[in-house]
């Protein structure tokens, strides 16, 4: 691909869900000549690059559940497996079943898992309404990172949830919520476009009992991961030299990306991590 057709593929991310994750995707491997983790990141220290916030924010989501540790987790929204992998590396599951309703990222995740020789993690293509790939009473623990706002049938997730858990298995749902119900004409079709659907935590909390779930904690990560996006600066000034045009392009890109979701956890959204078990 050329410049100018790199130029126009980071300007068009923001038109639709598959355009961003395959521009970011892009971008990434860019970037840092790896592919990297694709959600938020949270603030663990001042030293801490961008993409260790990233990775805080998967840390600090594994510390909330009971021990992995040769157990079956499933990651719903597994995104291009690098979070999974990271899981896989830090955590020791026995194994993790990892879906994602992209094609394009389960392609990539199989290749990472298959360059950097992981085993007994298992990337399908599959939606998180219907997991149509695992069994009923076959899951340990099941996580969601940054994925549910995606999805425009919450509720039918959560019973999938609930479908696929042993009994007294573990869940996180990690998601970005509306602070109040407010839009437009105008900013609706957008979220439809880029299959945006932020619940408000009271929409939560009665759809988590609906589904027979016990809800342990919800904790609001907000502050972290603004603060964990400050990280961004220092980061870009130590990417790789790009040709010109691309680099500023990229960067441009990137700020803009940083500031208006910075922007909308200020003012709009908050993070909030939801864990609870199947009685």
Same mark, same amino acid.
């Not at 009971?66 to 157990?71: G, I, S």
């Given at each position: 691909?050329?410049?100018?057709?790199?130029?126009?593929?980071?300007?068009?991310?923001?038109?639709?869900?598959?355009?961003?994750?395959?521009?970011?995707?892009?971008?990434?491997?860019?970037?840092?000549?790896?592919?990297?983790?694709?959600?938020?990141?949270?603030?663990?220290?001042?030293?801490?690059?961008?993409?260790?916030?990233?990775?805080?924010?998967?840390?600090?989501?594994?510390?909330?559940?009971?021990? /992995?540790?040769?157990?079956?987790?499933?990651? /719903?929204?597994?995104?291009?497996?690098?979070?999974?992998?990271?899981?896989?590396?830090?955590?020791?599951?026995?194994?993790?079943?990892?879906?994602?309703?992209?094609?394009?990222?389960?392609?990539?995740?199989?290749?990472?898992?298959?360059?950097?020789?992981?085993?007994?993690?298992?990337?399908?293509?599959?939606?998180?309404?219907?997991?149509?790939?695992?069994?009923?009473?076959?899951?340990?623990?099941?996580?969601?990172?940054?994925?549910?706002?995606?999805?425009?049938?919450?509720?039918?997730?959560?019973?999938?949830?609930?479908?696929?858990?042993?009994?007294?298995?573990?869940?996180?749902?990690?998601?970005?919520?509306?602070?109040?119900?407010?839009?437009?004409?105008?900013?609706?079709?957008?979220?439809?476009?880029?299959?945006?659907?932020?619940?408000?935590?009271?929409?939560?909390?009665?759809?988590?009992?609906?589904?027979?779930?016990?809800?342990?904690?919800?904790?609001?990560?907000?502050?972290?991961?603004?603060?964990?996006?400050?990280?961004?600066?220092?980061?870009?000034?130590?990417?790789?030299?790009?040709?010109?045009?691309?680099?500023?392009?990229?960067?441009?890109?990137?700020?803009?990306?940083?500031?208006?979701?910075?922007?909308?956890?200020?003012?709009?959204?908050?993070?909030? /991590?939801? /864990?609870?078990?199947?009685?």
């Amino acid at each position: 691909m050329g410049i100018f057709s790199r130029v126009i593929s980071h300007v068009g991310s923001g038109t639709t869900t598959g355009n961003y994750y395959s521009s970011m995707n892009n971008a990434l491997l860019k970037l840092n000549n790896e592919y990297t983790m694709l959600h938020y990141p949270l603030y663990g220290s001042e030293g801490d690059s961008f993409l260790k916030a990233q990775a805080n924010l998967t840390d600090y989501c594994m510390s909330l559940l009971p021990p /992995v540790k040769n157990k079956i987790l499933l990651e /719903v929204g597994c995104g291009n497996g690098v979070q999974a992998i990271h899981i896989h590396r830090k955590f020791a599951p026995e194994r993790i079943e990892a879906i994602d309703l992209n094609a394009d990222n389960i392609e990539i995740a199989k290749n990472e898992a298959e360059s950097k020789g992981i085993q007994r993690v298992d990337f399908s293509v599959d939606d998180a309404h219907d997991l149509s790939t695992i069994e009923d009473n076959s899951i340990d623990i099941v996580i969601n990172i940054e994925s549910a706002f995606h999805y425009p049938d919450k509720a039918s997730f959560l019973k999938q949830i609930h479908r696929v858990l042993k009994p007294g298995g573990s869940f996180l749902i990690a998601d970005i919520l509306a602070r109040k119900s407010k839009g437009n004409r105008l900013k609706n079709s957008w979220k439809k476009n880029m299959s945006y659907h932020h619940w408000l935590l009271e929409n939560y909390l009665e759809e988590l009992s609906r589904a027979n779930f016990q809800t342990d904690t919800v904790s609001d990560i907000t502050s972290g991961v603004i603060r964990g996006f400050k990280c961004y600066r220092k980061w870009l000034r130590e990417r790789k030299r790009l040709h010109f045009i691309e680099g500023l392009i990229l960067k441009l890109y990137y700020t803009i990306h940083v500031n208006v979701n910075v922007y909308l956890l200020k003012n709009r959204r908050k993070y909030l /991590v939801f /864990v609870g078990s199947k009685p």
